[in-house]
T-cell receptor
């Protein structure tokens, strides 16, 4: 069964550093998403991506965040200068009606 | 504005008990979709069900059943004869058609099933 994959599973970084979280969506899906879940809290929408551009973004998705689909398979989330409050689980998802989520990347900012 | 409310923060039951997780939603759209996801301790989000706003039939899948009532804007989830493996956080979510299909999640209900 096709699945969304994410790498790395856990990333530890120093405050102020740039991080890139990687996702490989399901191949025939057209919409891609990033969500964030701060520990113990709900899952929050960050951004949706369609036809090689952002289709919607939330208030959380400020200038520090960017997304890219550098080739036909990868979908990345970049945080330019990480803050302590960026520590969270980041989920990638893709959809063809149901949203399939990747296993998540746990980002820890020290 | 869209909103999903899961008023039950945590529920504890003993194995074999039935348990119902409540979900109330708000939306102005007439076409929308409702979801339930399970998040076990390992952290991944496991899709359980997707229901569109025009289908109010209750659904049963093994020990799981869902009750969708538009009149009360609720989409409740019942686990029959609960098992320890059902212990997880359960999230209800909403997406509005034509709105990039982004999911708006509730705050989740932590279910603990004790042996």
């Amino acid at each position: 069964e096709p699945e969304v994959t994410q790498t790395p599973s856990h990333q530890v970084t120093q405050m102020g550093q740039e991080v890139i979280l990687r996702c490989v969506p399901i191949s025939n899906h057209l919409y891609f998403y990033w969500y964030r879940q701060i520990l113990g809290q709900k899952v929050e929408f960050l951004v949706s991506f369609y036809n090689n551009e952002i289709s919607e973004k939330s208030e959380i998705f400020d200038d520090q965040f960017s997304v890219e689909r550098p080739d036909g398979s990868n979908f990345t989330l970049k945080i330019r200068s990480t803050k302590l409050e960026d520590s969270a689980m980041y989920f990638c998802a893709s959809t063809n009606n149901e949203q399939f989520f990747g296993p998540g990347t746990r980002l820890t900012v020290l | 504005a869209q909103k999903v409310t899961q008023a039950q923060t945590e529920i504890s039951v003993v194995e074999k008990e039935d348990v119902t997780l409540d979900c109330v939603y708000e939306t102005r759209d007439t076409t929308y979709y409702l979801f339930w996801y399970k998040q076990p301790p390992s952290g991944e989000l496991v899709f359980l069900i997707r229901r569109n706003s025009f289908d109010e039939q209750n659904e049963i899948s093994g020990r799981y059943s869902w009750n969708f009532q538009k009149s009360t804007s609720s989409f409740n989830f019942t686990i029959t004869a609960s098992q320890v493996v059902d212990s997880a956080v359960y999230f209800c979510a909403l997406s509005e058609a034509g709105n990039t299909d982004k999911l708006i999640f509730g705050t989740g209900t932590r279910l603990q099933v004790f042996p």
